[in-house]
């Protein structure tokens, strides 16, 4: 009997990126505390990615961009309180955060055109 070629199926990983129309709104353009309480950016957006299911939120700060697990969010309220201490961040002043919303704001205007 002939041998079957063994097709193996390859894994395509899907990533959206999900924004919010209003800055701030629930999640993006919110300030990030870190668990040191330093205001260490804004919430840029969420990223999800499947197969297997990701959730990452991705924080601006100063001449900073990264990438963090849904599960380092402690709290999300007026502000999004982190677990952990991040050690990569500057951190902001009100100024800061205003400018980063903006810049959050420009860069999702620039979606809906």
């Known amino acids: 009997m002939p041998k079957r070629n063994d097709k193996t199926t ?3 990983n ?3 990126e999900l924004y919010e129309l209003s800055i701030p709104g629930q999640l993006i353009g919110k300030e990030v505390i870190d668990a040191s309480a330093r205001k ?3 919430v840029y957006n969420v990223k999800l990615t499947f197969p297997p ?8 700060g100063l001449d900073v961009e990264f990438q963090l697990s849904i599960d380092s969010i402690a709290t999300i309220g007026g502000v ?3 677990k952990e201490t991040i050690k990569q961040a ?3 002043e009100i100024r800061d955060v205003a ?3 903006e810049e959050i704001a420009s860069d999702i205007s ?3 055109r």
């Open 10 to 12: 390859d894994q395509t």
């Open 14 to 16: 899907i990533m959206a």
């Open 40 to 42: 260490i950016g804004v």
């Open 53 to 60: 299911a990701n959730v990452r939120v991705v924080i601006k």
């Open 80 to 82: 999004v309180q982190l």
């Open 90 to 92: 500057e951190e902001l």
């Open 99 to 101: 400018r980063l919303r």
């Open 110 to 112: 620039k979606y809906l």
